[in-house]
RNA sequence: GCCCUCGUAGCUCAGUGGAUAGAGCAUCCCCCUCCUAAGGGGAGGGUCACAGGUUCAACUCCUGUCGAGGGCGCCA
């Protein structure tokens, strides 16, 4: 609809002021349907280059303005905006649009290439290290990450949604020295407990299981705990395995899938990282200090130098990082978005320095980056910071324990990534309309008891005309309905889910406005399959954004 | 000290350079003989942190100040 009123207003335009240039014609959306359905500025911006008064080009283009039937009017107002309001037929035509096609409304191709293929992009997100179960904080960037991956999917891309774990390394020396100090009935309250070693309670369960000889399957590979006290080597590699498999627990009660596991240690195994380093080191942005090599990323934008092999001997986690990252390039994906927690902020220099240093022509903007700010959980009033089993934060089975998995999903979403966000426990466990959640998902059940009622079948709605379905609630439902495409698109060049749960949230209190003041069954059989049209398009609508959150449109509450 | 993000109603937050800055909660008033009241309608509540600048037009872009959070490890 949109592409349609711009491809009539672009030889208007052209015709009074030839320079203009196609895609530099804005067609927005009125915020109030006073100001009608679309609306361009395009007389505003001309005036200037023109030296006229805004409101006559303004008269003049809509004079020229080719007829179609999809324009009821068009006006000036205000300062010289053009607005266009819909015709009858064209309100019609979006809502056989919606009925037509229920499970793809919304959609658009452009993730895809020149071919019409769809074109691989690679989402890291969640990528916790196995040293402890998941917090809010993975559960926010969880939530983020996947739907982004459903959002990006929406618009045409091949999404792969990978998680990176690192299972070496000193944070895993650390939990091999907890768990086995645990073993020998240490706790963190005596002074031989290790110094950095984790504190929480699962630390607990691990040795007991280690020691029970307990096996576990995780990612396809068996593991035998091989019991034995002082055997650092079985506990490492046991408890490893336990906090994956914990986690992914927690990842499949979230309803999240990941399609690649990449383990840090993979690196190592196949000489990969020494061939980044003797790369890096053979192009001449290397050098020794300290008894440490260093990697100059200030070439490349950072503030200061950084080691990348320690006087140990050892590399720090940043060269495995670069290597994971050309690893992703080779494996062609040409685009790679990392949903990270930003307090990894620092690290987007150093890798996409590393990368650059490499000269192997990955782009400098590579990968990009969708960061999540903090979380803090408030429960009666007072912030929630301790959980009983990890001990020190607040873990993402304790949210989906207590309330559930769709209130967890949707408010870990609901805010712009890059501000803080407060979690309230009492509001997401609510079921009623303060609960965006519920509230959402009752006017998606609320239309299915309608069309229950009703009974007939669907198709019967699939040819109606809308003529005389122009109340004012009517109208601005399908005004919302006809935006759902525009902002599917924006929400994913923006690579903002939130946009989604915002969206939704206004689509549900139109219907609901709808529903309260509108009797849908009514004896007139032609006007009430116009109002039920309306209010399945509607449902198909909901449905499609909730399935961008990973939310259920339950049928029934 | 340097870098990044944020600062919008009492609270939690939206707001692609455009029209009278919007929701929800909280407060107050009203609406079920009717498809789910798990709902709806209305009222009050704002110096968009502050000060400059760019622009026909700034909550939005730029600069500075103040405030909050994060980062500035041979931790990830």
């Known amino acids: 609809m949109k592409s349609h ?160 774990y690192n299972d070496t390394g000193a944070q895993i020396d650390n939990l091999t020295k907890s768990v086995h100090a645990r073993c020998h009935h240490i706790d963190p309250s005596d002074p031989a407990f290790p110094e950095d070693g984790y504190r929480g309670e699962y630390i607990v369960d691990i040795a007991n299981a280690f020691l029970n ?73 290397t050098y020794e200090e300290d008894n440490a090599l260093w990697l100059k990323t200030t070439d490349f934008g950072d503030d200061k130098n ?50 650059q240093a490499l000269k192997v022509g990955i782009p400098d903007t590579y990968p990009e980056y969708v960061l999540h700010q903090m979380i803090t959980v408030m429960k009666g009033g007072e912030e929630v910071k301790l959980s009983k089993r990890a001990g020190t934060y607040v873990t993402l089975r304790d949210l989906i324990d207590e309330v559930g998995c769709d209130a967890t999903r949707y408010f870990l979403v609901a805010r712009k990534s890059d501000s803080q966000l407060v979690f309230d426990i009492d509001l997401a466990k609510t079921q009623n309309s303060d609960n965006p959640v519920y509230y959402i998902q009752y006017a998606h059940a609320r239309i299915e008891g309608v069309l229950k009622q009703w009974g ?46 915002n969206y939704l949230k206004d689509c549900a209190a139109d219907l609901h406005s709808y529903y309260n003041d509108t009797k849908f069954l009514v004896a007139n059989e032609h006007e009430k399959l116009q109002h039920l049209s309306l209010i399945k398009a509607t449902q198909i609508v909901l449905k499609n954004g909730l399935n961008l959150l990973g939310v259920n449109a339950p049928d029934k509450m």
């Open 5 to 164: 009123l711009l491809q009539l207003l672009l030889p208007v335009a052209q015709s009074i002021h030839p320079e203009i240039l196609a895609n530099s014609i804005q067609m927005d959306r009125p915020k109030s349907i006073e100001h009608g359905d679309f609306s361009t500025n395009l007389a505003m911006m001309l005036a200037k280059p023109m030296k006229k008064n805004p409101r006559e080009l303004a008269s003049l283009i809509i004079e020229k303005l080719p007829k179609s039937p999809f324009i009821e009017k068009v006006e000036i107002a205000g300062a010289g905006f053009i607005n266009f309001y819909l015709s009858e037929k064209a309100r019609t035509f979006i809502i056989h649009e919606i009925l037509k096609n229920p499970l793809t409304y919304g959609q658009n191709t452009s993730g895809h290439d020149d071919k019409g293929h769809p074109q691989k992009v690679q989402i890291e997100f969640v990528s916790a290290n196995p040293t402890g179960p998941l917090h809010v904080g993975h559960g926010r960037g969880a939530a983020i990450g996947d739907s982004l991956a459903r959002i990006l999917k929406f618009n045409g891309w091949d999404v792969t949604r990978e998680f990176y």
């Open 306 to 355: 950084r080691v990348m092999k320690k006087s140990d001997g050892s590399y720090t986690y940043f060269i495995p990082d670069i290597t994971y990252h050309l690893n992703k390039w080779e494996r062609g994906f040409k685009r790679v978005i990392n949903e990270q927690g930003s307090d990894h902020h620092s690290t987007i220099t150093r890798v996409r320095a590393g990368l």
């Open 456 to 501: 007939g079948k669907l198709d019967a709605l699939q040819d109606i005309d809308l003529k005389g379905l122009d109340s004012t609630q009517e109208l601005i439902l399908i005004k919302r309905l006809n935006e759902f495409p525009e902002m599917v698109l924006h929400a994913s060049l923006e690579l903002a889910p939130h946009t989604i749960a």
């Open 213 to 285: 000889k307990s096996v576990i399957t995780c990612e396809g590979k068996t593991i035998h705990a091989s019991g034995n006290i002082d055997d650092l080597a079985s506990i490492r590699a046991f408890s490893v395995a336990y906090l994956r498999q914990e986690q992914d627990q927690d990842l499949n009660a979230f309803h999240i899938q990941f399609d690649v596991f990449t383990l840090e240690s993979s690196f190592y195994q196949h000489g990969y990282i020494e061939k980044v380093v003797n790369q890096l080191i053979k192009n001449g942005f």
